[in-house]
């Protein structure tokens, strides 16, 4: 059974650095496109970052761009988000996905991946 569980959310205050991870279980993925979005009640899930090969560089949300750093291990079939200058707008339920799918033209929509997470809440107080 293929599983994505994330860990690490919590309630910061602004400006506060926050590391998240993603362990994957139930096969490797290190053929897989992996990423992470967020959503808010009441709005649509949100890119954050991705990256769509094991040694490719990520992409990142205009919203990410200079803070947020997504990093892989491979062995350890795990995802990071390491999350600096936190802000109040950060806050939100941040998942992890997998998928074979996502492409540079894709890897922005949710509905590219194949696999979630159950998400980790990041508070960030102002």
């Known amino acids: 059974q293929v599983q994505l569980v994330e860990s690490g959310g919590r309630l910061v205050q602004a400006g506060d650095s926050l590391r998240l991870s993603c362990a994957a279980s139930?096969?490797?993925?290190?053929?897989?496109?992996m990423g992470w979005f967020r959503q808010i009640p009441g709005k649509e899930r949100e890119f954050v970052a991705a990256v769509l090969q094991t040694n490719s560089n990520p992409f990142y949300a205009d919203s990410a761009k200079g803070r947020f750093t997504l990093s892989r291990n491979s062995a350890k079939n795990e995802l990071y988000l390491q999350m600096n200058n936190l802000k109040p707008e950060d806050t939100a339920l941040y998942y992890c996905?997998?998928?074979?799918?996502?492409?540079?033209?894709?890897?922005?929509?949710?509905?590219?991946?194949?696999?979630w997470g159950q998400g980790t809440q990041v508070t960030v107080s102002s």
């Open positions: 139930g096969r490797t993925f290190s053929g897989y496109a």
């Open positions: 996905a997998a998928g074979r799918g996502p492409i540079l033209s894709t890897m922005r929509q949710p509905g590219a991946y194949d696999y």
